[in-house]
């Protein structure tokens, strides 16, 4: 048995909504299942004929009636707010996920939105984040009844709004290490694993292939579920990303200077006006530019001198993107663990964002920093490990 136990490293601070969220799951559970399984089913109620009519219709071949479990009474809540592919309810289909099959569904599922939860909270807020989850969710439960349209199945749990939240961890958090529980028999042991290793396990082997191997057959765990979930939360973390490196800063969203030189010339105008110590004139004419046109104009070193002013000067955003965008345009050209390290301590320093920044970090030591630079990299890499409840593995 492998079971994700922790992760590192966390930002700093409560996650209040993923501790709701944990807590509104776990009171739906107490609230309904508890009682209602000890609660045989009223067979007057017309729900009961229809699920044993949807169970009867799944039996496999030659499995007798008799041989169904008997009907509770939180059987039928869950055929009336679970989401049902052959009867789809806008209702259920958010209903559906606070609901869970039982204690062991309620644990793991909660175990994994603890676990990976407060880091996607940070960087998307409290909010988007709880906008995200329910839509995720509600993706997920689609993609499934796709695939199961006919389905008169309930579907429930929260599993499709937690992959949406691993989808978007995979994209912003590739360099975090998941905390993993191995027990096979008597060998109990706890490892750290890079986190894309084991959410890449859980969506390929976990998911993607039970999936592609029971289609057409059905299957007790809602694959598909899964899958449109972290599809969900990928792309929109990739999206998100993309906004962040185009969008312009607060402070350069006035209206342009009609006085500013033609695109053809405006690498020549900022690269002049660094040269001259000019920084203010080039930081407002390089955001003049849409941030298509502003791919490849600068040189590394403008590049980069243009980033540490902004840097130095409280302009973090506008830093942050220009070192974002330098990393776009010379994906392996020089300055590349410089334009990382420079990202990475505007994040720790000025936007209090240690998780992404340590991602930042770890990309700087593998692109061979200068004496002086990794240093100062792995200086902030302890300063990230000391906001830590456990202590990071060195790099």
Same mark, same amino acid.
């Given at each position: ?8 490293? @966390? ?13 509104? @799951? ?31 219709? !799944?039996?496999?071949? @030659? ?13 039928? +809540? ?30 793991? !599922? ?31 439960? +689609? ?14 749990? *929260? ?81 998100? !990303? ?55 104009? +600068?040189?590394?070193?403008?590049? +980069? ?50 998780? *992404? ?39």
């Amino acid at each position: 048995m492998f079971l994700p136990i922790g992760d590192q490293p @966390n930002p700093r601070g409560t996650p209040f909504l993923t501790y709701a969220l944990i807590g509104l @799951n776990v009171a739906v559970f107490a609230l309904t299942f508890l009682p209602l399984t000890a609660q045989p089913a009223d067979p007057a109620d017309p729900r009961a004929q229809e699920y044993l009519s949807a169970i009867r219709q !799944n039996l496999p071949p @030659n499995v007798p009636m008799e041989a169904a479990p008997q009907l509770t009474a939180y059987d039928l +809540l869950v055929f009336e707010y679970g989401y049902r592919p052959s009867d789809p309810s806008l209702v259920a289909l958010f209903t559906s996920m606070f609901m869970h099959g039982g204690f062991m569904h309620l644990f793991g !599922n909660m175990l994994f939105l603890w676990i990976y939860g407060d880091n996607v909270e940070h960087r998307l807020g409290a909010v988007a984040y709880v906008v995200w989850y329910l839509i995720s969710g509600a993706a997920a439960t +689609l993609f499934h009844a796709a695939f199961a349209s006919e389905s008169p199945i309930p579907l429930v749990g *929260a599993s499709g709004a937690i992959s949406g939240i691993l989808g978007f961890y995979f994209v912003w958090f590739p360099h975090n290490q998941v905390r993993v529980l191995i027990f096979i028999f008597f060998f109990i042991r706890v490892v750290m694993l890079p986190a894309r290793w084991v959410l890449g396990f859980y969506i390929v082997v976990s998911n993607i292939l039970p999936f592609l191997a029971s289609v057409g057959q059905g299957s007790g765990v809602a694959h598909g579920a899964h899958i449109g979930g972290f599809l969900v939360g990928g792309v929109v973390a990739l999206i998100l !990303n993309r906004r962040e490196m185009t969008a312009r800063p607060p402070e350069y969203r006035e209206a342009r200077s009609s006085s500013s030189p033609g695109p053809r010339s405006m690498g020549e105008a900022i690269s002049e006006a660094v040269k001259q110590g000019k920084f203010e004139r080039a930081a407002a004419l390089y955001f003049d530019l849409p941030s298509i046109r502003t791919r490849g104009i +600068l040189t590394p070193e403008v590049s +980069l001198s243009l980033a540490h002013w902004m840097s130095k000067n409280g302009h973090a955003r506008g830093a942050l993107t220009v070192h974002q965008r330098h990393l776009r345009d010379y994906p392996r050209g020089p300055g590349l663990a410089q334009a990382h390290a420079g990202a990475g301590l505007v994040q720790l320093h000025a936007l209090g964002e240690p998780t *992404a920044a340590y991602q930042h970090f770890v990309d700087a030591l593998d692109h061979d920093p200068p004496r002086e630079l990794e240093a100062l990299i792995r200086q902030s890499l302890a300063e990230v490990a000391s906001m830590q409840k456990f202590p990071i593995r060195r790099h």
